[in-house]
């Protein structure tokens, strides 16, 4: 029988090398076996099993490439990428379009020979961060984020205000539907009083409502308005590099935390300022787990006595139907002032219309678009020469009544022709007494079956009698009241009386 003839196995060089380690240190083969084995040279597997680790020895080449096809067009390579650095970011020379460039000028080489040269020539070192350290007050930044919520059981976005203390750590927000101006300087003068202080500096990304232009290094032309305001509350103001997040990253992580904390779950509110309000709560929960918040607190610059103004302004004119546009919505005023120019005072929540000095109209501020704002009590005296139109206005929303009004309404211009005007006469009551008295009223009418102005009135008179409430008069009413000068009487002729001189004085 033909003894069969062992062949030994060879190991690829590509195979894990680890077999190596493995054939030498348990199961005992030399070095000289290993080679035999595997065909690896002896002194690659003698520099393997000496090292600590079990990775490969790596192999790199002594002898760097000397890119003879491209040498000639290194100049002109070195030229381009000098340009690019006055130019911006978006519009720097790509690997392929240098490559098209070189093409031109009569390069034969390849991509990979020009993006070899360039990796190793110019090769970008990243940056290096350095940990920082903050004393107490002397430092904080602002910048805005992102959240979703329930608004009325709609997924609504808000823009949130953030201001962070870099020295404790502490943070404050707020929720605005935007990030114009006047929640810009909300958000500082809400945070401002709600630290009870106004820190020493404050950091800034390059936005639009601070920031005019941005000039050379850090320097920057400000907004005029955003000068007042730090001019106001005595702080200076300093902003990051283009690009740069990094220079305000404790209120970005801040951001951050806020929406990971607050936002999560969705809360789900009827209004802004509910949302706000359930912020505010929160913020002082985490606040109250801060030892350094309260120390900084106390440190703080004063607020100054008197608020800062952080409205907008924008002149206006009073349309026929007595609205005033403002951005896209319309808000009603009283309709004695048609035509009039008026001045449109416009804060993060408020609208006020005011002409000259004076406001006359006040509107919480909508935040929706192409919308019409309308105070019912502002048409009143035209309603009254043209009540017939009252059915048929949308001045007159009887969904915003509560349903006693309409109900009234309905059967007193079923039973009096000029009922629109009685009623119209009913509704003016509200300037001088409580809404909730004139409801009264009328369902007591409607209980005795009386419908008309002079029915209600009297009704009122008793309820208030009833209820031992005092209504005052308002300054116009007390205008048409004429003064009556009286002349004391001159008790100098009744002294006689008391003297015994009664005879004399008769």
């Given at each position: ?41 002896r002194d690659t597997i003698s520099k393997y099993l000496s090292l600590d680790e079990p990775q490969p020895p790596k192999y790199q080449s002594s002898k760097e490439r ?79 984020t992102d959240a979703y919520f329930y608004l009325k059981g709609k997924e609504t976005k808000a823009h949130i205000f953030v201001i962070k203390l870099r020295g404790s ?338």
């Amino acid at each position: 029988m033909q003894q069969e003839r062992t062949v030994p196995c060879r190991i690829r060089e590509n195979r894990p090398l680890s077999h190596i380690r493995k054939m030498y240190f348990m199961e005992g083969l030399s070095v000289r076996e290993i080679h035999r084995r595997t065909g690896i040279h002896r002194d690659t597997i003698s520099k393997y099993l000496s090292l600590d680790e079990p990775q490969p020895p790596k192999y790199q080449s002594s002898k760097e490439r000397n890119h003879p096809v491209l040498r000639p067009y290194i100049p002109l390579i070195k030229q381009i990428l000098e340009e690019d650095k006055t130019r911006h970011r978006k519009q720097q020379h790509t690997g392929t379009k240098i490559l098209e460039r070189l093409k031109e000028e009569g390069y034969s080489g390849g991509y990979s020979t020009l993006t070899d040269y360039l990796r190793k020539e110019y090769k970008k070192q990243r940056e290096a961060f350095l940990p920082l350290e903050f004393e107490l007050v002397t430092y904080a930044e602002v910048d805005w984020t992102d959240a979703y919520f329930y608004l009325k059981g709609k997924e609504t976005k808000a823009h949130i205000f953030v201001i962070k203390l870099r020295g404790s750590g502490g943070f404050y927000v707020r929720a605005y539907p935007f990030e114009k101006q006047e929640a810009f300087f909300d958000g500082h003068i809400k945070c401002f009083e709600f630290m009870n202080g106004v820190p020493y500096r404050i950091t800034y990304d390059n936005l639009k409502t601070a920031v005019k232009k941005v000039l050379q290094g850090s320097n920057r032309e400000e907004q005029e308005q955003f000068i007042s305001l730090r001019t106001h509350y005595l702080y200076e103001s300093s902003f990051c590099r283009p690009a740069r997040s990094n220079e305000k990253g404790g209120v970005e992580s801040a951001g951050k935390e806020a929406v990971r904390k607050f936002f999560v779950p969705y809360p789900d509110v009827e209004s802004f300022d509910e949302l706000n309000e359930y912020l505010h709560a929160e913020c002082l929960k985490l606040l109250s787990k801060n030892s350094k918040w309260e120390a900084e607190k106390s440190a703080l610059r004063p607020l100054p006595k008197v608020r800062f103004n952080g409205a907008r302004y924008k002149e206006a004119k009073v349309n026929r139907y007595s609205m005033v546009q403002f951005e896209t919505n319309r808000y009603s005023v009283p309709t004695a002032y048609v035509d009039e120019q008026v001045t449109v005072r416009a804060t993060a929540d408020q609208i006020d219309i005011m002409l000259k000095d004076s406001v006359i109209a006040h509107h919480p501020r909508n935040y929706g678009r192409n919308q019409d704002n309308i105070i019912l009590d502002h048409y009143l005296e035209l309603l009254l020469q043209k009540s017939r139109a009252l059915g048929n206005t949308k001045v007159y929303n009887p969904q915003s009544l509560p349903q006693v009004y309409e109900q009234y309404r309905r059967i007193l211009v079923s039973r009096n022709s000029k009922g629109n005007r009685e009623f119209v006469r009913i509704l003016m009551l509200h300037r001088d007494y409580p809404s909730t008295y004139v409801a009264e009223a009328l369902e007591m009418a409607m209980l005795y079956n009386i419908y008309g102005y002079d029915g209600v009135l009297n009704i009122l008179g008793q309820l208030l009698v009833k209820s031992h409430k005092v209504i005052h008069l308002n300054k116009e009413k007390l205008q048409g009241i004429p003064d009556v000068q009286i002349t004391p009487p001159d008790l100098d002729k009744y002294k006689a009386l008391m003297s015994g001189g009664a005879t004399e004085c008769l």
